[in-house]
């Protein structure tokens, strides 16, 4: 990298600069790795592009959205990409250079210096990073501009110790065992989710819990935010067996019902319950490779029935 331009290692979302940058697709989806973070600590800016996505679509391409957060600091959207998925290159270098010359014209007139992350656009998004390192160097590599390119700590496929081994090959992914349930007492009402991950490491077998709940919610929504929420834990592509007593769900995903709904602009009789749910579910889809395996529930499956237990727990919560 050039003299101006400063590397370091950590989270972006953490880093000293004012102005944070990433790259997003034009389809309101932000469902897994930098943009989940971002989801999750600014809602304000998912708000944002959500409905600019939903108001100008695939038009948005080479167009970047500055959202002042609730902290101060400035998270940029760069529209890089349209997209998503990992079945062809998504990120466009043209469409990079245009949001890359908006933020260095916006910096300029704030008087701050913008982080990038390393690898943007370059990951799942199928860019070529050598490519977007001597664009950041011909916006940015000079005195009175500068940036940040901010460098991840690598994880592990699940975020649990002890570590996971690594795959034989480049092309075999680690493979992955998840439970799910949802409850939700009144239906519609108080609402728990659950699951169980598993994963075989070096020293045994990997395991880890995770759970949570909704104030108002309906059972479908609880069944499907645990399998969105198992999803997200993994950090790198994997080869899943989920297991869920979900026919809503396993069918969904398993007999295409999902991908009729996405190939008809998102739309069936009746409307798609859980549409933003269903989306981020789609995003994982193509990041995973996930085989769907429905159980009865209630019977004779030990951690479909240990699932069950958290997600009752933690929708009690809300009485």
């Not at 897994?32 to 695939?58: H, M, R, T």
Request: hydrophobic share 35%; proline share 4%; glycine share 10%.
């Amino acid at each position: 990298m050039g003299e101006f331009i400063q590397e370091m290692k950590g989270d972006l979302l953490e880093s000293p600069a004012k102005i944070r940058c990433h790259q997003v697709n034009c389809r309101g989806v932000m469902g897994a790795g930098l943009a989940k973070q971002v989801k999750a600590k600014y809602p304000e800016v998912f708000e944002q592009y959500k409905a600019l996505c939903d108001q100008f679509g695939s038009s948005l391409l080479g167009h970047t959205q500055f959202v002042v957060c609730h902290d101060g600091t400035i998270m940029a959207n760069l529209f890089a990409q349209d997209g998503y998925g990992t079945d062809k290159p998504q990120t466009s270098m043209a469409a990079m250079e245009d949001c890359l010359s908006q933020v260095a014209a916006f910096a300029f007139r704030v008087d701050k210096m913008p982080a990038f992350p390393k690898l943007m656009g370059c990951g799942l998004a199928g860019g070529n990073w050598d490519e977007v390192t001597k664009l950041i160097e011909h916006y940015f590599n000079f005195k009175g501009a500068g940036c940040y390119i901010v460098e991840k700590e690598p994880d592990a496929p699940v975020s649990e110790e002890p570590k996971p081994a690594e795959p034989a090959a480049d092309n075999q992914r680690t493979a992955v065992t998840i439970y799910t349930d949802g409850s939700c007492r009144s239906n519609p009402g108080p609402g728990g989710w659950a699951a169980i991950l598993f994963v075989d490491t070096k020293n045994g077998k990997a395991e880890k819990r995770i759970s949570g709940g909704k104030e108002e919610s309906t059972n479908q929504e609880m069944e499907l935010m645990a399998v969105k929420e198992a999803l997200s834990v993994l950090t790198r592509p994997c080869n899943v067996t989920l297991y869920s007593d979900s026919a809503y769900v396993v069918n969904s995903i398993s007999k295409g019902w999902m991908e009729s709904w996405k190939k008809n602009g998102w739309k069936k009789k009746g409307g798609v319950a859980n549409l933003e749910l269903w989306k981020e579910v789609d995003a994982l889809l193509q990041i995973h490779n996930v085989t769907c395996v429905w159980v009865k529930g209630h019977a004779s499956n030990r951690y479909n029935n240990e699932c069950d237990v958290m997600a009752q727990y933690q929708s009690g919560k809300f009485l």
